[in-house]
């Protein structure tokens, strides 16, 4: 709210609703040119109700904002992260919040393909977390299969930097480099087990590099349908097609690796 007024005056951010119902009232002072602002810091999760509001004087009459609402979410952890490294203050799992939070979610592309994927991942994090910390003997392990992520995530924090131009462009390219490498580190090995395994029985001929057109085909329209939702701003849409992107990169990647590789074993 900005006034035109020649003096110093307290303006009183006022109807404040907290989440849990709870009043809130803030007085603050305007600069001389009359206007004046009030950093709020939410400390509880849910709805917030904010209105401002300048009662007036004998020379200047009074002024009510707008109501203004917004939504406190709540924070998520990095559940198996934080399980395996013992604390959140680790190094690696602030560097992971950190992607997260500071690199993905700022973006429209990012924010709802962290919906889907945080659908996903909640799904069975709770569990495999409670199950490395009932085993704390396999946290080694755990960190050993963590470790190849963490760099993959440095190499997409620099493509991100490269293409800062644009924020959007450069979380979908950050998001290509960290599936090609996903792909190719995680999934390839275990595409070619059952390559080896159907090459070794010799009962059907192996699929060629060639014959993947179609989930080519799947990822062109993926992206296609990510430049759909960058201009219709469509969430649902974009949460679809992000995820669809990531997904058909890994499986292209890994399939195209595997199926090279098991020509030479």
């Not at 109501?67 to 406190?72: A, L, P, R």
């Not at 592309?109 to 009932?134: D, T, V």
Request: aromatic share 10%; proline share 4%; with cysteine.
């Amino acid at each position: 709210l900005h006034l035109s007024i020649r003096r110093q005056r307290q303006m009183c951010i006022r109807d404040s609703y907290t989440p849990d119902k709870t009043a809130m009232n803030k007085t603050v002072l305007s600069t001389v040119d009359g206007s004046f602002t009030y950093a709020l810091s939410p400390d509880l999760i849910g709805s917030w109700i904010v209105k401002a509001s300048w009662t007036g004087d004998s020379e200047h009459e009074g002024a009510i904002s707008p109501t203004k609402s917004f939504t406190v979410e709540e924070q998520k952890a990095c559940i198996i992260a934080t399980t395996t490294y013992g604390s959140e203050l680790e190094p690696e799992v602030q560097f992971l919040r950190g992607f997260r939070d500071d690199m993905v979610l700022p973006t429209f592309a990012g924010s709802q393909f962290m919906k889907g994927f945080n659908a996903w991942y909640y799904s069975f994090s709770p569990s495999l977390a409670s199950f490395i910390a009932e085993h704390p003997h396999i946290k080694e392990a755990v960190k050993g299969i963590l470790y190849p992520l963490m760099g993959i995530l440095h190499l997409s924090t620099a493509t991100q930097s490269a293409f800062s131009f644009n924020s959007e462009i450069s979380i979908i390219m950050a998001g290509l480099v960290a599936s090609v490498l996903i792909g190719a580190i995680y999934f390839s090995p275990i595409t070619l087990v059952p390559l080896l395994v159907l090459k070794k029985m010799r009962k059907k001929q192996l699929p060629r590099v060639s014959q993947l057109r179609a989930l080519l085909f799947a990822w062109v329209m993926s992206a296609t349908l990510i430049l759909v939702g960058e201009i219709t701003s469509s969430s649902i849409l974009m949460m679809i097609a992000s995820g669809a992107f990531v997904a058909f990169t890994i499986a292209l990647t890994a399939g195209a690796i595997a199926l090279k590789l098991v020509k030479h074993v």
